[in-house]
């Protein structure tokens, strides 16, 4: 895995040197093991190298070969053997190349046509002096990320913000709108980043730039274009689920470095788990495995449904397999606010989730500790293979399929705390009626509240209006009321505008990358191409992953039907903060920026209003988790921001 940037000059300026190798050196972090450039008069590409697959050894970016084409890519190809059968390369030679340089020989082959082929995350830049144009594109769901700037006089791009900062004339400003954006949590628009003019490729695209400038940005790949797949039995379904899962763990499993696992001993974590396990006993090889847990004796009260410790689900998948070995890292014990600093330092963009950022971090570097440098996952897998099927219930009662709706809603209600008319609003109704008679039901149940987004986010009212956030959320898709719809699974594979961001400051500061089976792009095919109800077969929720594991997953785990909470500690550790959070929220209010974006009243009101129990309840998880500690972490970013321009 990489970071790439580059320069095209449309004048008759040339590319500097000594610029690129600015470039490189702020990219360094991202790729410690090897740096290199390339210029001519008007292209210059960097690129820097984090070894983690055994061909990353072969790797020399910027590859330079027949006539003039360049390339500098982030990217890993988990699919190799079919790129090279598919191209038709030649087999012998093209097993010891780097995938870096498998790319190359197949996009000679295909050119634009190679980008749906690949399997796994890349990121990739070409310039072609034949057509004097450079195409950018980004794998299917991005994973990996690669931004752009452009002037009349040149066209850059970088991984990274700083990479793109490095060159000598592209400022850094904060894009006002898009930062309100991102305190409103809508990050439904791929395309624009929290800086004035510096914009992301979206993910499943390519971007070309012409040499007189112009440039053009075109979908190569979308949920639309699954086809349909039907089978003869619910045993047929499940199986093919195994299978690909299956194909997609071992295949993510080519690393230069010993792999382990995060087990929180969900459905999905524990089905990759499990494949992995019975991967590496093939080999005679032990499988370490990753976990979070509150402190021991943590009794608070927690929401309906829900479980604090994973223990138990964490031990028998490890009694299960027989090959693997347990870490237990302490949510307690790290330190949620001291991650902050240096996540958005190394992202150069404020951090979402903070009370996150400890544990999740102290995970990695405790699997780096073990050389355990990929770790796999199963956070897609919500969306693919243990979707729960409820959001397409109203599109059967759209379509008049009652009987089916009706069922599916008796179900639902059976399934969860929902009385039947809380029930069957949330599944047929809500889904079903106009947005504009969805926010004027809620401003008649909520009128002194300004906006749905005000529950949760720290950001001053009056800027958020000033910033239009709600037309814009409309006019992106983003519904801040949280309903159910139709098309809610394929919004959420790519809900996350700055996904690729996170995982590359993740993978720099840690050294470590996380792998995910359940978005790999063969397996999200076949998850949105089997019929919807696959996911509801004989009555119960997430029926598939269950099915398709049976067998190789505890049926502890997989008859489990209540939901992890993620660090159910964290406001005990927010609590021993309270003083420390008061003193700095006083500080953070002498910057401009901060003043005129946060809400820091509120913030100062929920400290002296600290409550004494309640915080499972979801008001209570709102105001702190989400409002205080997300208010904290962005008025740091602003201070910095501010103070380093």
Not at 174 to 197: P, Q
Not at 361 to 367: H, K, V, W, Y
Request: charged fraction near 25%.
């Amino acid at each position: 895995m990489s970071a790439i940037a580059g320069i095209v000059r449309f004048d008759d300026g040339p590319v500097k040197k000594r610029e690129l190798e600015r470039v490189a050196a702020a990219l360094k972090q991202f790729g410690p093991d090897r740096s290199g450039i390339a210029l001519d008069h008007r292209v210059g590409f960097a690129h820097s190298l984090m070894r983690m697959t055994p061909e990353d050894s072969f790797d020399r970016q910027p590859l330079s070969l027949n006539g003039g084409i360049m390339l500098v890519a982030d990217l890993r190809i988990d699919n190799r053997d079919e790129i090279i059968r598919r191209f038709t390369l030649d087999c012998h030679e093209a097993r010891d190349w780097s995938d870096s340089r498998l790319l190359m020989g197949a996009w000679e082959m295909a050119g634009d046509d190679v980008w749906r082929h690949i399997r796994g995350p890349f990121a990739a830049a070409i310039w072609d002096p034949r057509r004097r144009s450079l195409t950018l594109a980004r794998d299917h769901l991005g994973l990996n990320v690669v931004m752009w700037f452009k002037t009349e006089r040149f066209f850059a791009f970088s991984s990274m913000p700083g990479g793109l900062f490095a060159f000598d004339a592209i400022p850094r400003a904060i894009c006002e709108e898009k930062f309100a954006d991102f305190m409103v949590l809508n990050h439904a628009e791929h395309a624009t980043t929290i800086y004035k003019d510096i914009y992301r490729v979206p993910p499943g695209h390519v971007l070309q730039v012409a040499h007189d400038g112009d440039v053009r940005c075109r979908e190569y790949w979308s949920i639309a274009q699954v086809p349909e797949i039907r089978l003869g039995s619910d045993e047929d379904y499940a199986e093919g689920l195994r299978d690909r899962l299956d194909m997609a763990v071992r295949r993510q499993m080519r690393s230069a470095h010993p792999v382990g696992s995060l087990l929180s001993g969900g459905l999905d974590s524990s089905s990759v788990t499990m494949l992995a396990a019975r991967a590496l006993h093939a080999k005679n090889q032990r499988l370490v495995a990753f976990s979070a847990v509150p402190r021991e004796g943590y009794a608070h009260d927690l929401p309906p449904g829900s479980f604090a410790d994973p223990r138990p689900f964490v031990e028998a998948v490890q009694q299960h397999a027989g090959n693997i070995d347990i870490e237990y890292v302490c949510t307690g014990d790290c330190d949620d606010f001291a991650e902050i600093d240096r996540f958005f330092l190394t992202m150069t963009a404020p951090v979402r989730n903070p009370c996150t950022a400890g544990w999740s971090n102290a995970l990695l570097r405790r699997a780096f500790d073990q050389r355990r440098r990929v770790v796999l996952g199963g956070l897609f897998g919500n969306y693919t293979v243990s979707w729960d099927g409820w959001s397409q219930s109203a599109g059967h009662l759209r379509r008049g399929k009652l009987l089916r709706a009706y069922r599916q809603w008796r179900q639902f209600y059976r399934s969860t705390p929902f009385s039947r008319w809380v029930a069957f609003r949330k599944l047929l109704l809500e889904p079903s009626v106009p947005s504009w008679a969805a926010v004027w039901a809620d401003r008649k149940r909520r009128p002194r509240r300004i906006a749905p987004w005000q529950d949760h986010a720290p950001i001053r009212p009056a800027f958020a209006m000033a910033m239009n956030v709600d037309q814009r959320a409309r006019r992106n898709g983003h519904d801040f009321l949280y309903r159910m719809h139709p098309r809610e699974r394929e919004i959420s594979l790519t809900q996350i505008d700055y996904f690729g961001d996170w995982n590359a400051a993740e993978k720099a500061l840690t050294g470590v990358e996380v792998r995910d089976p359940t978005a790999d792009i063969d397996v999200v095919s076949y998850c949105f191409g089997i019929p919807p109800q696959q996911y509801l077969v004989g009555g119960i929720d997430r029926s598939l992953i269950r099915r398709a594991m049976w067998g190789i997953v505890p049926e502890q785990v997989l008859t489990n039907r209540r939901t992890g909470m993620q660090s159910a500690d964290w406001h005990e550790k927010l609590e021993l903060r309270r003083s420390v959070l008061a003193a700095e929220i006083s500080q953070l209010a002498q910057s401009k920026l901060v003043q005129k974006i946060i809400d820091v009243p509120r913030l100062e009101a929920a400290l002296s209003g600290w409550p004494k129990s309640g915080w499972h309840t979801a008001e209570i998880f709102r105001e702190y988790n989400l409002a205080l500690s997300r208010g904290v972490s962005a008025a740091r970013f602003l201070r910095w921001f501010e103070s380093s321009n």
